[in-house]
């Protein structure tokens, strides 16, 4: 159980700076994620949070503490690494007391913990084998039971799903996340991937080359993007955006952003904007129009997957409402529509 | 038609298998005489090693033979060389190994200042084998006052560069996370090497072993030069020594004795220890 606050954390390798001062209060038993695109600093984030990366300038706060100068060990936490990092000559029971046996907790006790984490993640019977001889979803709950049996004040994952295939994946984020609820242990979790932010996270950062472009509830961070970046990274398929100079009403130099799911079809010369089909993707609940549009951008609409499709090259309209249009200045950020 | 193609293939290959193994055979029969040689000598008496044509068939004097080498030897009992031998052979082996496991674990995760030049250095004396070194090695060695003794027969050739990049290289594939998991576990570095790295690299070891034992065992000039005293002589060279100089009569059955018996304790370790070895050389588990 434990609070973590992060002032103003910097992170440089020699000259290049990595993180460029993250702000962010969480209070107890929140499920925090850390999403971006590859090499936007999430992860180093998070090992500045473990202790696994010195702090260059800022503070990490564990209960109000701060943890900059301690050793992993010190800080009370445990990680949940991507290749699930299981010590290969150690049987399942070895991996998850280990922590336990360094720590000297009596061998009762570690006993029991081990078979309480086990019963919890399904593992009683594999107690006896090595990493080796389990699948890769095996290996996942294990290295989730080595972050548990520590009873640890807060729970770091980078990337844990990462190596799963995709049908394994949804079936471990659900057991994470219903494992997180139960036990109300606060939650950093690092991912490049937007379903599982916003299926996991009470609160998510959404990280953009080493700064936190948004802090925020998922569908929050969804319906209200403060930068373009967030706009185009969270939302499958991507936000459209469009130069103002095509959308009649916007104000002059900005960009423009519609979501694909708030964008419809119409007859030519009826729309916003012209365009003719590209190609269209089926998805059966969904299809996705690819539209050219006649300045030549692109132009996705979203449209429910009864609707008949139109077929390539076909002319059309696209309409949307105007309080669902975003409008971005030249900086990237959110200008509030007037 | 089918069946009968097969079948000749398959008769084919049986030539091909008995051409391949009459080919074996001869060779091992052409490695194997001389030591079968070296066998029969030892257990026949001198008088009927001396007159030809030699025996080619085991004789009836092996205990005495044996006894006699093991017991008396020549210029040392050969059960005191043995022992010689058996005590270098580990001292530079087991030496070899904890001390390149030592180095390489502190080249590939400590960062120290001239952690590089550390490494090339350590690479460098790759090219320093023993002879090259030995007149100062000798000079050294004597200064100390370690000629005659174990230790200087053991400690200037306990470092060993190529372990200590096989270590390296090794604990180079050890995912870096492993590492970190341990941290966060709360092992310290030395807690991460015996709990982790250690057993991590026990086929590594294995293979090393044996070939540094027989490194150890073979060793033949250094002993020669800072061992005098017979009571300290190491078997290898110590056959050597037993050929006799000037007109005195070479004590052949004990010779070959000795030499039967210099070649059992590699033979034991390579045998007992051949599965961690040939895992060691083609696994790389991780």
């Given at each position: 159980?434990?609070?973590?606050?992060?002032?103003?954390?910097?992170?440089?390798?020699?000259?290049?700076?990595?993180?460029?001062?993250?702000?962010?209060?969480?209070?107890?038993?929140?499920?925090?994620?850390?999403?971006?695109?590859?090499?936007?600093?999430?992860?180093?984030?998070?090992?500045?949070?473990?202790?696994?990366?010195?702090?260059?300038?800022?503070?990490?706060?564990?209960?109000?503490?701060?943890?900059?100068?301690?050793?992993?060990?010190?800080?009370?936490?445990?990680?949940?690494?991507?290749?699930?990092?299981?010590?290969?000559h150690m049987n399942v029971f070895d991996n998850m007391a280990y922590g336990l046996k360094i720590a000297k907790t009596p061998k009762a006790e570690i006993a029991e913990r081990v078979q309480s984490a086990a019963k919890l993640l399904q593992l009683e019977e594999y107690l006896t084998r090595k990493p080796r001889e389990l699948s890769g979803g095996q290996r996942q709950r294990v290295a989730m039971g080595r972050a548990?049996?520590?009873?640890?004040?807060?729970f770091l994952f980078d990337e844990p799903l990462s190596n799963l295939d995709a049908k394994l994946r949804v079936q471990m984020r659900l057991e994470i996340k219903q494992l997180q609820r139960s036990l109300g242990v606060t939650s950093l979790y690092v991912t490049h991937d937007q379903v599982e932010a916003m299926t996991l996270a009470d609160r998510m950062i959404v990280m953009n080359g080493g700064i936190a472009d948004q802090i925020g509830a998922p569908l929050e961070v969804y319906a209200n993007p403060q930068t373009e970046f967030v706009a185009g990274f969270i939302g499958s398929p991507a936000t459209n955006f469009l130069p103002a100079a095509l959308v009649s009403g916007a104000p002059a130099g900005t960009t423009v952003g519609v979501r694909p799911e708030h964008a419809t079809l119409t007859t030519p010369?009826?729309?916003?904007?012209?365009?003719?089909?590209?190609y269209s993707e089926a998805l059966g609940s969904e299809t996705l129009v690819h539209l050219r549009l006649s300045s030549d951008a692109a132009f996705t609409v979203r449209q429910n997957g009864m609707e008949p499709a139109p077929a390539e090259g076909h002319a059309?309209?696209?309409?949307?409402?105007?309080?669902?249009?975003m409008h971005f200045g030249a900086d990237g950020r959110r200008i509030a529509t007037p | 038609?089918?069946?009968?193609?097969?079948?000749?293939?398959?008769?084919?290959?049986?030539?091909?298998?008995?051409?391949?193994?009459?080919?074996?055979?001869?060779?091992?029969?052409?490695?194997?005489?001389?030591?079968w040689l070296a066998f029969v000598a030892s257990t026949v008496t001198q008088p009927e090693i001396v007159h030809p044509p030699m025996p080619l068939w085991p004789g009836d004097q092996f205990f005495n033979n044996y006894r006699d080498a093991l017991v008396s030897g020549v210029n040392a009992p050969v059960a005191k060389m043995l022992l010689n031998s058996f005590i270098m052979a580990m001292g530079i082996a087991l030496g070899k190994i904890l001390i390149s496991l030592l180095s390489a674990f502190a080249i590939v995760y400590f960062r120290f200042p001239g952690?590089?030049?550390?490494?090339?250095?350590?690479?460098?004396?790759?090219?320093?084998?023993?002879?090259v070194r030995i007149v100062p090695t000798y000079e050294v060695v004597a200064g100390f006052g370690m000629l005659n003794s174990y230790s200087g027969l053991i400690f200037p050739l306990i470092a060993s560069a190529t372990a200590t990049f096989l270590f390296r290289q090794f604990f180079m594939t050890v995912p870096d996370e492993l590492a970190e998991a341990a941290r966060v576990d709360g092992a310290r570095p030395m807690r991460f090497f015996w709990d982790i790295l250690l057993p991590m690299s026990r086929t590594n070891i294995a293979a090393l072993f044996v070939i540094l034992f027989i490194y150890g065992w073979n060793q033949y000039l250094w002993p020669l030069l800072i061992t005098t005293d017979p009571s300290m002589n190491t078997i290898v060279m110590g056959i050597k020594q037993m050929f006799p100089s000037g007109d005195d009569i070479a004590d052949w059955p004990v010779i070959m004795a000795t030499s039967i018996l210099a070649m059992l304790p590699p033979i034991i370790v390579v045998i007992s220890m051949q599965k961690l070895f040939i895992r060691g050389l083609v696994d790389s588990e991780k």
């Open positions: 159980m434990a609070t973590v606050k992060l002032s103003n954390l910097k992170k440089s390798f020699g000259k290049t700076d990595v993180i460029h001062g993250v702000d962010i209060d969480i209070s107890d038993g929140e499920f925090i994620v850390i999403v971006g695109p590859s090499g936007c600093g999430k992860s180093t984030l998070l090992r500045m949070v473990a202790g696994l990366e010195t702090v260059t300038s800022g503070e990490v706060q564990i209960n109000g503490a701060g943890v900059n100068e301690k050793e992993p060990m010190d800080r009370n936490i445990a990680m949940v690494f991507q290749n699930y990092a299981l010590y290969p548990i049996v520590r009873k640890p004040d807060v010369d009826h729309g916003l904007v012209e365009g003719q089909v590209s059309c309209g696209v309409l949307w409402n105007s309080s669902d249009q | 038609m089918a069946g009968r193609d097969q079948h000749g293939m398959v008769q084919k290959r049986g030539v091909g298998h008995w051409f391949t193994h009459l080919g074996l055979i001869i060779g091992v029969l052409i490695i194997f005489f001389p030591i952690r590089k030049v550390f490494f090339w250095l350590i690479f460098l004396t790759l090219m320093l084998p023993v002879e």
